[in-house]
């Protein structure tokens, strides 16, 4: 049994590292120049709803199939990735709503990666796949690397090539329905070829496609590098009233847990910008490990905009000399401290939900924030055994998935997407070498 395994992420090292134990012969394509993918930058937390019912609550569009064979299979994966070398930092997730565990990212990824090829895996940096070849089944595909191209002969294909974030052109036409981008807050190198490939291949999309896992960040001009991705993350729009250019509210700042539904507002809004608006007694608030004043300066020390005001009329001033309507902001402001102040902030519109904090303490700050994607959470329509669905709903002979490229498990919603690429990536080997070359 000869499997080729497309991208080198987390879903696709253990697929890989699962096919050999299971006496495949693989080789492993990365596209990039080394292997982990978004992994190597995440925070390593590997997790699930508790129950069922709460990941329909969270998720409720998601495939419940799916959902129920990540909670299922979940607590046995990362037993099995710590005891192949995954470095196990802690076993709370610091959520109440989820169990599961915290890895240390890089030397869990090395790990995984010297099993490959100390397993007898080929793993080929820097080469991509491009096409699928087909006889009735998928037999390979068409490798592109600097310079070459060639065909890669397999009795299947695991694609683990983690969505197409990084393609602005799909994300406009998938995501935003028309103009704009998105900040990429991921490796590059995700840009759709996986997903493409199969659609080519007669395979079906989920659902979700117009949705994405991500994180509003300081806006340009800030700068800063993969590794302080998860730094620089402005995770306290619950804190905040968050308005957009025109000076008005324009989503449920505290809609859920993860912001996910904030941020996907923001990448709606004109020129995808925010402002974030607090008072003093905002920044002691405390989100996971940091306060929100931390983030704040995480924000100014990259070179975001953070405005400070004596008074919210002055804070309105400030933002008028950088083009937001001035009266309507101050309308906007008054208009949410009424209402937070009444305990009717659910009556706002948009509502807020939460704890809803008035802002009353100066002095007052302004973060400017841009929406940014990690990946996506539509994709390839997937079955629990980890394999590619057509149209009708039958499989794609010899196609299978892991990852981010399974899409549609969080659909109205946002999960773990370590979680997807470890339980898939066991899930999709097993079936594939169950399944053999027939
Ligand atoms: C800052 C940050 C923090 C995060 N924190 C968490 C967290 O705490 N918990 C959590 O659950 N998730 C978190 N995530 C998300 C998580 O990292 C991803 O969901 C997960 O790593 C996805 O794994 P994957 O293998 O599916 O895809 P990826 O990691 O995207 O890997 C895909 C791989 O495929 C390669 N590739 C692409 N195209 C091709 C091609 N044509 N041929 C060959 N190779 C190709 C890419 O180079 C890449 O290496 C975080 C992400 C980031 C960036």
């Known amino acids: 049994m000869r499997l080729l395994v497309a991208g080198g992420g987390l879903g696709g090292l253990v697929a890989a590292a699962r096919a050999l134990e299971l006496g495949a012969a693989v080789t492993l394509l990365e596209k990039g120049d080394h ?206 009233v968050a308005v957009n250019l025109e000076g008005v509210r324009y989503a449920d700042e505290a809609a859920d847990w993860s912001e996910t539904a904030l941020v996907r507002a923001t990448a709606h809004q004109p020129r995808q910008r925010a402002w974030y608006l607090l008072d003093a007694a905002a920044l002691r608030r405390r989100v996971r490990e940091r306060s929100v004043g931390e983030m704040v300066e995480t924000a100014r020390r990259v070179g975001g905009t953070v405005l400070r005001a004596g008074s919210l009329e002055e804070l309105a001033g400030l933002l008028g000399e950088r083009g937001l309507p001035e009266e309507r902001l101050l309308r906007t402001l008054h208009g949410y401290n009424a209402a937070a102040a009444a305990g009717r902030a659910a009556e706002l519109r948009p509502p807020r939900s939460g704890e809803a904090p008035v802002l009353k303490e100066p002095p007052f700050t302004a973060v400017e924030v841009a929406p940014s994607i990690t990946h996506t959470i539509g994709g390839l329509a997937v079955d629990e055994g980890g394999r590619v669905l057509e149209d009708g709903g039958r499989p794609v002979r010899g196609l299978y998935a892991a990852g981010v490229e399974v899409g549609g498990i969080a659909t109205g919603g946002y999960a773990s997407g370590l979680a997807a690429a470890l339980v898939l990536g066991l899930v999709s080997a097993e079936t594939a070498v169950a399944e053999g070359p027939a």
């Open 35 to 240: 292997p982990g993918g978004s992994f190597v930058y995440s925070s390593g937390y590997v997790w699930s709803y508790r129950d069922l019912p709460t990941f329909r609550r969270e998720a409720p569009g998601g495939d419940p199939a799916l959902q129920a064979l990540v909670l299922e299979r979940l607590q046995d994966a990362i037993g099995w990735l710590e005891a192949r070398g995954g470095v196990l930092l802690s076993r709370e997730t610091g959520n109440p709503l989820t169990f599961g565990a915290r890895f240390d990212p890089e030397p869990t990824a090395a790990a995984l990666t010297d099993r490959v090829e100390s397993g007898g895996g080929q793993l080929l940096l820097r080469h991509a796949l491009r096409r699928l070849l087909r006889d009735g089944r998928v037999r390979g595909a068409l490798v592109e690397w600097e310079g070459g191209r060639g065909e890669e002969a397999a009795d299947a294909v695991v694609l683990a090539t983690g969505g197409f974030a990084a393609n602005p052109e799909l994300v406009q036409r998938y995501v935003l329905h028309g103009p704009g981008r998105l900040l990429l807050r991921a490796h590059p190198w995700s840009t759709g070829d996986g997903f493409l490939a199969a659609l080519a291949a007669g395979a079906r999309p989920s659902t979700g496609l117009d949705e994405f896992y991500g994180r509003n960040l300081p806006a340009p001009p800030a700068r800063f590098g993969p590794k302080l991705f998860v730094e620089v993350s402005q995770l306290y729009g619950r804190y905040a």
